[in-house]
């Protein structure tokens, strides 16, 4: 049975082991190899345990689901190497699911920074990765730094646009530390990821200031509904607030993912396809791991004791909020939208997939 929270959160709470075990059978109802639909629901299973529910579960149906059942995902792509030297890759992820494709790029990058120090690799002709965090986080096990990026197709306003021109287009950088959790950084180089908007627009909930723009392309400042008609803002919202660096990063996002990879331009092809950007750096190709770890715990406790400002608790760093959410989350369970789990439910009896989802003590 289902723990319930209170009634008016319409949530309860699900184990992550159960919560995975569900949507890697889904996901093999599909036609996704086993080992990859593993890979992939422990993806998406990981952005909820960090409390990161843009990226979670809830992407299911919509997004992969939905995208196999258009020919859009290909369940069993055929990823192969197009260019190759000992410190960089490009691959062709085949329309693979972007979660699967980009583990393989991050591993096959940390075998390369083994070896020269840094492993870079591009993958072109893949699809949504999910959090990108999760591939980052990939290189933390083998004392290295590990950075992720993913250029999307157009919903974007660039500065001063009224079209849309550039992706999402996250960018994510984890780096370890000793005894602190690991700094781990992920953020879409939009005011929210789009994820979070359509979660806003499902709940009716309101977007404060300076996240989208109207259709006519002109920046919404004040606390909004999200309208029928709405347009993304890169970081600042504005060119006064700084809108031009978030747009900047954009840029720099899909030059890196795109441009580099030898991919179509995402302008030409449209929303849905993505090309990646994953690197892997062997802390002991350029200082001592142990050192290192010890000056990460230094320093992240600096930050942590800056003096909070009037009417705050205390100072975070990147990645610890998440992985405080991560540690009761994982043994309490993941709290999941009610609605979310009878999609699920339901989704698995239409696909002939044996779902339960039920809660069970740890993750």
């Not at 020269?116 to 949504?128: A, I, K």
Request: charged share 20%; net charge negative; glycine share 12%.
């Amino acid at each position: 049975m289902r723990v319930d929270l209170a009634a008016a959160d319409r949530r309860a709470l699900v184990s992550a082991t159960v919560l995975t075990d569900a949507v890697a059978t889904i996901l093999e109802a599909c036609d996704v190899l086993a080992g990859d639909a593993r890979l992939a629901a422990d993806c998406l299973v990981e952005a909820d345990l960090r409390g990161v529910e843009s990226h979670g579960v809830s992407n299911l149906l919509a997004v992969y689901v939905q995208g196999i059942r258009d020919r859009h995902i290909n369940p069993r792509p055929d990823v192969r190497v197009v260019r190759e030297r000992p410190g960089s890759a490009t691959l062709d992820g085949d329309g693979g699911l972007g979660g699967v494709v980009a583990v393989g790029a991050m591993d096959l990058a940390i075998d390369k920074a083994r070896e020269v120090g840094v492993g870079v690799v591009v993958v072109n002709n893949s699809r949504h990765l999910g959090m990108a965090a999760y591939h980052a986080m990939r290189a933390l096990d083998h004392g290295m730094i590990g950075v992720c990026s993913t250029a999307c197709g157009p919903r974007v306003l660039p500065t001063f646009g009224a079209e849309p021109r550039l992706g999402t287009n996250p960018i994510a950088v984890a780096a370890p530390a000793g005894r602190r959790d690991a700094f781990v950084f992920d953020a879409a180089t939009t005011t929210v990821a789009m994820n979070k908007i359509r979660l806003a627009q499902r709940d009716g909930t309101t977007l404060p200031g300076g996240v989208i723009a109207d259709a006519r392309g002109i920046p919404i400042m004040t606390p909004t509904e999200v309208p029928d008609g709405f347009q993304m803002l890169h970081l600042g919202a504005t060119y006064d607030l700084g809108s031009h660096k978030g747009y900047g990063l954009a840029a720099a996002v899909d030059i890196l993912g795109t441009v580099l990879s030898g991919s179509r331009l995402l302008g030409e092809v449209g929303t849905g396809f993505n090309n990646h950007t994953l690197i892997a750096m062997d802390i002991e190709a350029f200082t001592d791991l142990a050192g290192f770890e010890a000056s990460m715990d230094r320093y992240l406790d600096w930050l942590n004791e800056c003096a909070p400002a009037p009417g705050e608790e205390r100072v975070l760093y990147a990645g610890q909020p998440e992985a405080e959410i991560r540690t009761v989350r994982s043994v309490e369970g993941i709290p999941v939208r009610l609605e979310v789990l009878d999609e699920l439910e339901a989704l698995g009896r239409e696909v002939g997939a044996e779902v339960e989802l039920t809660m069970s003590a740890g993750a």
